[in-house]
Structure formats: C-alpha cells, structure tokens
C-alpha cells in the first residue's frame, strides 16, 4: 500500500504563488513517475503536471509558464511550484503516481485563487 500525502495548499490573491508538496511511502525511490491532477468546482478532473522516473516534466496547457514541478528521490517527494495563480486554478490538488499498475492518489490540498 502506497500513502501519498500533500500540503501546501491555502488561499492567495490572483498573481500569488503557492508550492505544494507530496510525500509518498514509497521503498523503492525514483523509479516511477509522480504527478499531480486538480478538480475544481463544477469542473472535470486535469492532468496538471508530471515528472517521469528521469526528472522529465510534463504540462498541461493551462499551467505552462507558470507551475513547475520537481522532485526529490531522497525524500521520495513531489513539489508543484505554482507561479502567477489565476481564479481559474482554484481547485483541489491531487498527488498521484502508478505503481506495478496500481493507482494512488493522496487525499488533496485546497488551493483558492482570489480575483
């Protein structure tokens, strides 16, 4: 079993900046991807960020120039640094990252975007 958990989140003025952070139970450190997802009110579920076994990010369109995320093996830990933060990122924030084919999610941290 997997834990993931998150922290960081809270609430910040249109233009602020946040970095989550998401540890996870893990033994074997690296050799997996890690990422994170959001869902806001009323809204689908989206792809936010990921970080490969390499350190290799990917981005959602949405959050290009403005979130980056990074990790740290030693810790087996996950950070979103999110830069610039519009109304339109307010959401809940997942970690998440797939094991030997199982999916883990953490259980979200609130982050709210004021105009």
């Known amino acids: 079993q997997v834990q993931l958990v998150e922290s960081g989140g809270g609430s910040v003025e249109s233009g602020g900046s946040l970095r989550l952070s998401c540890v996870a139970s893990l033994r074997t450190r690296g050799n997996y991807c890690i990422g994170w997802f959001r869902q806001g009110p009323g809204k689908e579920r989206e792809g936010v960020a990921v970080v490969d076994a390499n350190g290799s990010p990917s981005y959602a369109d949405s959050v290009k120039g403005r979130f980056a995320i990074s990790r740290d093996n030693a810790k087996s830990a996950v950070y979103l640094h999110m830069n610039n933060l519009k109304p339109e990122d307010t959401a809940m924030y997942y970690c998440?990252?797939?094991?030997?084919?199982?999916?883990?999610r953490g259980q979200g941290t609130q982050v709210t975007v004021s105009s």
């Open positions: 998440t990252t797939n094991i030997a084919g199982t999916t883990y």
